[in-house]
């Protein structure tokens, strides 16, 4: 609960935008996961703006690992990694306090946390959060490809701009995890204008990002309240800007028939699979070996430049905000590596809860 | 995890649809909560199959309050409320033992469970279970609209007929509640006939769940891993065929401007709201006084009378099936007092956490 | 929390001594343990009031598992036990409603549960609830042996009467299984006598009971907040009575130096071991192979005849009590399968998590 | 579980005894409790070795605090606190590779994490991550203090030296906590020589640390799984050493008889107390208004520079072993503040379950 996620496998965040630091705690790991800081290095590059059109706030992710590893490899303790924050223009932040942003938790903030909460760049409720939960992920998805299971995230839509979805039967994994702006068509151009497009707007855009697993074992998951989909779906809400979520045909279930979308079973070289897979690989709650796919609704990023409507909630007064802080215009792109890291620790735990503490090293 | 969901306020789930009983545990509420059985009786007369086209299993659902309720009140130790069952035709399901329903859980189950699942009728699988959810949701939704929060479903969608989505400033609650084939629009009919015509042809069809809750206050929920979107997809996904959910804007955010959804806040009688809803009543993953708005994609019932193709995962050879027993062509109708109850719970839970145990009756 | 004890593998209960029925939930079984309904009778009896001296209320305890068994065998899905009250005398505890039991919960529980408690019979405090864990228990405690696991528990002391404690490289866990009144030493009729004579005075009497676990792998349990300690002694203290919990040699340690008490180890047929188990089979909080042994104090049952002061918490007076109900005189011996079942949940739950659920059948 | 303690109000601790650095991270406090970083030295100081007799590795424990606090105040999220290690002497610790000190974590470790362990000064078992969770504790025992809750620890048994027991009515919770050496009577001297006796000797002595917590509000706790002796008890244990754990009377109920020990109630100024306290504050698993009252048995530290028995793990091998490093001949006065941090922990989670979140604050 609260900044923990998972059961056998669980991640802990921790840290404010303009905080000292952000990091994160893994927990339930087995001694034995080679750990590489190369693989951490290039998460962290894949989820850093670097496009036209994105946030000037680059940091430069330096991290370092002060739990839980041991001459290169997890030692079976928490494991810790530390990201300090440097590049923090707090001032920017001071001349709106008060003020919500529309869309955004500082309202919300301002009230749960009687008045004390950390206004600077959205605090705790900041994207920079998620550069711990990346790098986390990094060692979590090496350990998971060791066992041959294959989490890829591609951005499926942003704005008007639509790539093609995953092929459900043998998802394009490799493809879309070797780009640094993952799609499957070739839309990236496009995708970018659309970014820059509503940027020179002073306005942002959304999208949706599409998940895919794949190597998976039969047998995960809960038929109630720890279904695959809802432990997927809790922890992806965790994601600033997710709005929606979806596992195979998802919403396109609903004007359908059974006889059109039922995934038919058949058996092949003594393996069994599905000829369709509209389930996206989930059957009362638990895997059924096929891909496990899904997708994310993102909502445009709520800090926009044109002015909006809000009220002062330290004076009680309506109020005019425009917002000149750095930020993207688009999350989509950067949102995908995130989904891909939230996902491996879902899997891990999943695995861990069914075969045990040992699975990702035996 | 497993069959129990929430924290602090819990519900635990038991029972096979061919076994002797099915129940729920309901832990975590104060001493002093007014127990209707009315109440339990009007929530499973409103899941109950009852209109032309829906499942000729007739239960009669007579329950039994086995502990946590004294002279009429809740006594402050776990609520247990047990449904027999009764109406089991079981011979039905040993002539198709061995094929695996598509898009159902006959094989995960068998493969999961080392090949001892109860194969009967979905065994723990089955819609049959929601019978204890929905009474055991009876209770604490008469708790909740006591303290003036109140939580209302209805059908948004059912194959190609649609009924409008609530309005998400002032959602029709009640006018949903009040209706045992709740849609705001008069287009129970239509929905109705779609559903007879899905079942003569040996085929079920899909749909579309709306629910919003009303009355909230600030502040529930967390921005990491316990948001209130995450928590009630956790729980809304154990329903046997949800496959997406999406609060406010939901999926209609992905090809908007920020400028044109942001929801601008404004300040009327001292009280600070949002002129427009597309957050769904949460922002940063934390309640924002405005009601919380969310739909539910719902598939076709997998069972359907039509021939599919499938295997026998006892002999693993591929083979043909058609369905006889008793099934619903459409479970959109009885999804919304099940998707009502579960949200029930995640509410409770989420006032517990937030101001303790005995907000509910003081 | 509250009613359910444990991670991966779960025990709930739930009821009260005077209402319909009390009850277990045991979660997170894997399919294909066999369940015997002669084990279950079996432990039942051994908890039943039998000898001289305890209480005169002796419940048929005929009960029915109504969940997630199938064919003699696990199914893989939430194990349901319930037993019936039958032989309530409720009339017996109207007269001395508001009187508060010296040492027991009826104050505690007068405040917590807002005045609403189920005050007949010390509601979900009594001793009663009890039958259910030992009912779940029996299935499990079968598991474990059929993987080489056993537990036993014996009277170690009961008033002025000692046993002698178990042999901790050895211990005598099948001897003290089969006897209905579980010693080591021959002392049973000593220690009855002190239960009659304490009877006889309308007194009550303390004791100590200890338990073994046999047969363990090494690694079990974790450093920090899961101890094997931790997690035996959380639920143990659950048992109205347990007051205190040592392991190993226990408050034995604090004059001791560590010269004399820590345990070489030695390796004999390639395998490790020590050559004495002053740490009761744990360190660091894991198990390293050799037997766990652990101690638990019970207070006197606080429900005496004679006359005590007390308080009325309805009128707020000062009051004396002098309490008729049936009630034993010293409740070890009836504690001795309690903590023999609570203790083969941590286990279970305890190898679920180090090497997956499926441990127990493969 | 795991690394993490507690359910709404959380402890996460993290690192190796000589890693880059150890930390805590405390989650579920509410915005608004101040931050005394004064207080955190002051408890760190508690905790140094500093006496005669104690372990020469003196860290400066500077600390840092990362996350959750914002100008002085908690700011609502997860407050992270760093000790970097500084005073690692590693190499004392290759000498004796594979070599498992007797009693303690070494061959476990070893066995658990699949021979990846950090076999440096205990890695993770090591006594020095108490340094992070005495940190933390410090905010979270000033909070208790400001709402009239207080914490206090004392030595009652060092080897054969004996303090007396608190007073169980009025405990002097304050005059121990103002001491170094915290007794009761005037022993320090005596136990001091005691420790340095052992020290010389080349061996290691026990003791028995007593906590008292005044101040708490009546129906903390629940009456099954998670009662207050068992999760107190549950995070005691982990404290490395504590062997045992009694609450009130404890083991010494075991000769009584209930006429002798029950806990007589009366009422005084309209308030509901008890005229003896040997139940230690706490009735059928919850708080009743008394003081609670527990001692701990801790065992000799294991490492001592006597040759002793034990195997080489790596090479299967008997051997014997001198430990030459630095270590203490008792921690039992280490433990003392260690004890009264890790009690807070637990309090401000029961507080937090039964009166929500903001109960610190308000």
Not at 30 to 39: A, Q
Not at 225 to 237: D, I, K, M, P, Q
């Amino acid at each position: 609960m609260r900044n923990t996620l998972g059961h056998n496998v669980t991640l802990t965040i921790f840290g404010e935008s303009h905080g000292p630091a952000i990091g994160a705690v893994i927990d339930g790991l087995p001694g034995g996961i080679k750990v590489s800081e190369d693989s951490i290095k290039a998460a962290l590059d894949k989820r850093r703006p670097s496009n036209k059109g994105e946030t000037s706030r680059v940091e430069k992710d330096s991290f370092s690992i002060v739990s839980g590893v041991f001459n290169g490899y997890t030692n079976g303790n928490a494991v810790t990694i530390l990201i300090p924050n440097s590049d923090t223009h707090s001032n920017d932040y001071e001349a709106n306090k008060g003020l919500a942003r529309p869309s955004h938790a500082d309202y919300v903030a301002h009230e749960k946390y009687n008045g004390y909460e950390d206004y600077r760049g959205g605090g705790h409720f900041s994207g920079r959060i998620t550069a711990a939960i990346v790098a986390a992920g990094a060692i979590v998805i090496d350990a998971l490809e060791a066992k041959g299971i294959k989490i890829g995230t591609h951005i499926e839509q942003l704005g008007s701009v639509k790539d093609t979805r995953f092929d459900v039967l043998n998802p394009e994994i490799d493809a879309v995890n070797a780009k640094s702006f993952p799609t499957i068509k070739d839309v990236s151009d496009e995708m970018l204008k659309e970014m820059e497009s509503a940027g020179k707007d002073m306005d942002s855009v959304g999208g949706i990002v599409e998940g895919a697993v794949a190597g998976l074992p039969v047998g995960l998951g809960e038929p109630w309240f720890s279904s695959v989909e809802g432990e997927l779906a809790n922890a992806l809400f965790s994601i600033g800007g997710v709005k929606g979520i979806e596992f195979g045909l998802g919403f396109g279930f609903a004007s359908s028939h059974g006889s059109e979308v039922n995934d038919p079973l058949t058996v092949a070289d003594g393996k069994v699979g599905t000829t369709s897979n509209n389930n996206g690989g989930i059957n009362g709650g638990i895997t059924n070996g096929m891909p496990v796919i899904f997708r994310c609704a993102i909502k445009p990023t709520p800090s926009i430049a044109k002015e909006q409507n809000t009220v002062n909630f330290l004076t009680g007064d309506n109020a005019k905000l425009s917002i000149v802080g750095r930020h993207d215009p688009a999350i989509v792109r950067r949102i995908a590596p995130i989904l891909r890291a939230i996902t491996s620790f879902v899997i891990a735990d999943l695995l861990s809860i069914e075969w045990g503490r040992n699975f990702l090293v035996k």
